[in-house]
C-alpha cells in the first residue's frame, strides 16, 4: 500500500473516486500545519535569517496521523499543489517524517521512500501518468516561499507595532505588497482629487441619406478638434481625449454649418479581422469574473478551487497560456462537431506568455473534459457560472476569428467642414458564437450615396462633456495594475485584496474602491518613511528575486540581506521618531449626552460613531445601512446590514434585541 498525502478533503474524495480498487490510501493534511508562530517575529537576524517554524496546535492529531499512517504503508506520495504554497506543505510532510535535513538555508532531502507528483488537472489519465513518473520534492520552490514567508514577516512584524504606537490601535497591520496595493488607491484617490475637470462640446450632424446616423464634427480646415492629453500618473500615463469646441465657440461653428453645403468626401468599406482572447490565466480570471458576474477575487478563486479539486478544471493558480496539444486537438474536434468546418481555423492557435518568469510547464485554466460532466451538477450556480466562463474561454481560443466589416463615411462642406461617420457589421461570428462580448449589427447597414454626391443636413446636435478624471479602482482594474507592475502574485491578490478591505484601510462605493481616512493616513505615512520598500519599481524587483530563488538562479541569503539592510536602517531611524500619525475623523453630529462632535471612527470590526470627547464621554452607536423596501418578516421593522466579527455580511432587524430576526441570503428577504 501506498500513502498519498493532499491537502484537502475535497481532493481527496476526488483521488478515493479515481483510484478505487487499486493499493492506495489518501488523507488530507488540512492545509498547512507547521508555520511560522502568531504572537511573535521567529527570525533569527543572527543566523542567517533562520525561520523558527513550530507545529499549529490545532493541527496535533493529523500530524500523529501522517506519522502513523506512514509507518503502515510501503511508501509515501506527496500530491498537493503543484505551486509554491502546495510544495511547501508537501515539504513540511518530509519534515515531520524525519527525511529532510534543514539547515536554512540549505535543505537537504534523505534518501528515504518519499516520492512527490506533479499534475495539472485531477483526471484519472494525469493522476495514473503522474505516479508512473514520480519526482523529488522541488526544493527551490520551498525556498522561494520560504524566503517570500520570511520578508513578509519582517515587514508585517517589525512595522505594525509601530503603526500601533503611532495610532492607537494594535489591530493594524503593515505588508510588504498589501501596503502597495493600497498606496495604488490612495495616490489614484489624490488624482482624483487634483484633477480639474472641464466642459468642452461635440457637434454631431444628421443628414438626409440617413437619418438616424450621427455623423460627428471631426476637423476643420484639416485641423483636428480633438486634443489628447496625457498626465503621468503614480501607475504609469492617463490620456483624454477633448476638443477645443466651447462655449465662447459653439455657437459661431454651429451657424456657419448652418450656411454650409456639404458633399460625400470618402465612403470606406474594411474587413477587420477580431481574434480570441488568450485563456485565463489566475488574474485574468478574476478580472473576468468580476466585470461579467461582480465575483469578488477572493470568491472567484474558492469557486476554482473547488473546481478543480473536484476534477473540473487544470489548476486555477497560473500565468501561463499554454494549453496541451491533447486538449487542443480535442478541441478541434469538438467544434467542428458542434459548430461546423468554417468555424476552425487552419492551425491550432497558440498564445505567448506575458510574464518573463511565468511558469511554462503550467497549462492555462480549461475544463478538463470538453463533455458535459456530471459532477457540476452537484455544484452551486456560482460553480457553474465560472466554469462555463472558463469552457467557453478555452475552447474559443481554438476558433476562427470573427470578422467585422466596417463602413466609414466622410462628410465635407464647401466652407471645409470635416464630419465622420460609422457602421460596424458582424459579417463572420467566429468564436463570437461562443464568448460573445459585443453586438453589433445594424439593421441599415449600407449608405445610400456615393462620392462627390451632394447631402442635406437635417439636423446639428450638441453635446457637452465633461473630462473625466482617471477612473477608481474595481478589483478587476486594481489586480490588472498589480500583475502589470510584477506587484504580488496572482494567486495572492484575493487574499490582499480581502485583507485591507478587512482592516478597514479601503470600502466599496458601488464597485469601485475609496480608501477610508484610516487608509489614507497609512499609506502616506509609510511611502513618507520607507519610500523605497513601498515603491512599485523595489516591490516589483523584490517579486522578480524571489521568482529567481524557484528557479535557482539566486540564493536566498542574497535576496534577504539586499532587502534587510535599507530596511533595518529606516525602521530604526523611525523607532525613535515619536511624532503620532495623525487620522482624520469624520464628523457626523453632535453627541446627545455631552454636546460634544460625533465623529466616524475604526475598529477591527468596522466603523462606528463616537464621542470625539472619549474618554470623557464614551458614548457610541453602530453604523448600520437599511436595505431599500425589505421589511423585517416578523415585526415589519426595516431590514438592515449587518457584519460578523470575521466580517461575514447578513441582514438582521433593525429593532434588534427586541426582535432577532437574520437572514444570510438576500434572495430570502421579504
Known sequence: ?????????????????????????????????????????????????????????????????????????????????????????????????????????EITLKNQNLKRIVFHEITQSALMEALKNPEKIRINLVKAQMSRRILDRIVGYELSPILWKKIGKNWLSAGRVQTVALRLVVEREKEINNFIKENYYQIYAFFDFDKDLKIKLISKDNQSYENKITLNLF???????????????????????????????????????????????????????????????????????????????????????????????????YIKEKYGEKYLPEKPRGYKTKSRLAQEAHEAIRPTKLESNPKLERLSTNHKKLYQLIFNRALATQMKEAEIKVLTIKIRSKKNYLFEGKKENIIFDGFLKLYRDIELNNKNFNFNVKPNDKVNLLNLNEEVNTT????????????????????????????????????????????????????????????????????????????????????????????????????ISLLNAEKENKNMIEVKEEEVGICPQCQGKLVIKNSKFGKFIACSNYPKCKYTKSIVKTVANKKCPLCGGDIVIKYTKNKKKFFGCSNYPKCNYQEWNYKKLT
Open 1 to 105: 500500500m501506498a500513502l498519498i498525502i493532499v491537502e484537502s478533503p475535497t481532493k481527496a474524495r476526488t483521488f478515493n473516486r479515481i483510484l478505487q480498487g487499486k493499493d492506495y490510501f489518501v488523507f488530507a493534511t488540512m492545509g498547512h500545519f507547521r508555520d511560522l508562530p502568531k504572537n511573535r517575529l521567529a527570525i533569527d537576524y543572527e543566523n542567517n535569517f533562520k525561520p523558527e517554524y513550530e507545529l499549529i496546535p490545532s493541527k496535533k492529531k493529523i500530524i500523529e496521523k501522517i506519522k502513523q499512517l506512514a509507518k503502515e504503508n510501503n511508501e509515501v506520495i506527496i500530491a498537493t499543489d503543484p505551486d509554491r504554497e502546495g510544495e511547501s506543505i508537501g515539504y513540511h510532510v518530509a519534515y515531520i517524517l524525519n527525511q529532510v535535513d534543514e539547515n536554512w538555508p
Open 235 to 333: 501607475a504609469g500615463n492617463y490620456q483624454y481625449v477633448k476638443t477645443n469646441i466651447n462655449d465662447k465657440n459653439i455657437n459661431e461653428i454651429k451657424n456657419d454649418l448652418l450656411t454650409d453645403e456639404f458633399f460625400v468626401d470618402d465612403i470606406e468599406e474594411t474587413i477587420q479581422k477580431r481574434y480570441p482572447p488568450p485563456p485565463f490565466t489566475t488574474s485574468l480570471l478574476q478580472q473576468e469574473a468580476f466585470n461579467r458576474f461582480g465575483f469578488s477575487s477572493k470568491l472567484t478563486m474558492s469557486l476554482a478551487q473547488s473546481l478543480y479539486e473536484n476534477g473540473l478544471i487544470t489548476y486555477h493558480r497560473t500565468d501561463s497560456f499554454n494549453l496541451s496539444t491533447y486538449f487542443v486537438f480535442k478541441a478541434r474536434d
Open 468 to 567: 473625466n478624471p482617471p477612473p477608481r479602482y474595481t478589483e478587476a482594474s486594481l489586480i490588472k495594475t498589480l500583475e502589470e507592475k510584477g506587484i504580488g502574485r496572482p494567486s495572492t491578490y484575493a487574499s490582499i485584496i480581502s485583507l485591507i478591505q478587512t482592516k478597514s484601510y479601503l470600502e466599496k462605493q458601488g464597485r469601485y474602491f475609496i480608501p477610508t481616512n484610516l487608509g489614507l493616513a497609512i499609506s502616506d505615512y509609510l511611502s513618507e518613511k520607507f519610500p523605497q520598500i513601498f515603491s512599485l519599481d523595489f516591490t516589483a524587483l523584490m517579486e522578480e528575486d524571489l521568482d529567481q530563488i524557484a528557479e535557482d538562479q539566486k540564493e536566498p541569503l542574497e535576496v534577504l540581506k539586499e532587502f534587510y539592510q535599507p530596511f
